[in-house]
């Protein structure tokens, strides 16, 4: 079944302690992103990737470090996490960017 | 600065009526517009696409326009069913050195009410 899976589905944390968010796709898309999404301001793009060792700063990049060393994964990492980071987390794969984006079935993480 | 923005941002109808949910952007250089609908909880999920030269594409009881001069799209669902409750989200693809860049609007909040 093609999919796009994230790992782990629920997460809580302490402030400063690392994380590591995965997210795997088996579709072989070249395009991979993650997002975050808050009540009342949408999605907003954290990093992308337009192919394998290829990432660029989304709209809100701070705090949070991507790499894509094999096209099918795409980890998020939150090296110091902060209660500001508490947040649904969505991975997304296509093709290309221009083409329809599937989306995993998200993160929940809260940073206390 | 790209931007897309929706509205309006919540709707409540009841089950069986119609509604239109508008997008309005300022991306350039235009690539394709997208329609995504997000259960509460769950990952967007791909509607529709509208490319620059097309003015309306269906896909069952939603239909999608754009308006490539003015840089506006709506969403109509026709007969809403309760299952159409849901956030619509509109998202703008644009051409750029880099590739391709996607700009998301806030979504519009729908729940439909029996």
């Known amino acids: 079944e093609a999919q796009v899976t994230q790992n782990p589905r629920y997460l809580i944390t302490v402030t400063g302690k690392k994380l590591t968010v995965t997210c795997s796709q088996n579709?072989?898309?070249?395009?991979m992103s993650w997002y975050r999404q808050d009540p009342g301001l949408g999605l907003r793009q954290i990093y992308y990737s337009m192919n394998v060792e290829v990432t660029d700063k989304g709209d809100v990049p701070e705090g949070y470090k991507v790499s894509r060393k094999e096209k099918r994964n795409f980890p998020l990492i939150l090296e110091s996490p902060s209660p500001n980071q508490t947040s649904l987390y969505f991975c997304?794969?296509?093709?290309?960017?221009?083409?329809?984006?599937?989306f995993g079935p998200g993160t929940r993480l809260t940073v206390l | 600065k790209n931007q897309v923005e929706q509205s309006p941002q919540s709707l409540i109808i009841l089950e069986g009526k119609n509604c239109t949910l508008q997008?309005?952007?300022?991306?350039?250089?235009?690539?394709?517009l997208r329609w995504y609908k997000q259960d509460t909880g769950r990952g967007p999920v791909s509607l529709t696409i509208m490319t620059f030269s097309e003015n309306t594409k269906s896909n069952g009881r939603y239909t999608a326009t754009l308006d490539a001069d003015t840089k506006q799209s709506s969403l109509h669902i026709t007969a809403s069913q309760l299952s159409d409750s849901a956030s619509y989200i509109c998202?703008?693809?644009?051409?750029?050195?880099?590739?391709?860049?996607?700009?998301f609007g806030g979504g519009t909040r729908l729940m439909v009410k029996p």
């Open positions: 997304a794969s296509s093709l290309a960017a221009y083409n329809e984006q599937f």
């Open positions: 579709m072989n898309h070249e395009y």
């Open positions: 997008c309005n952007y300022t991306v350039s250089p235009f690539s394709n």
């Open positions: 998202v703008v693809s644009a051409y750029n050195n880099a590739g391709n860049m996607l700009t």
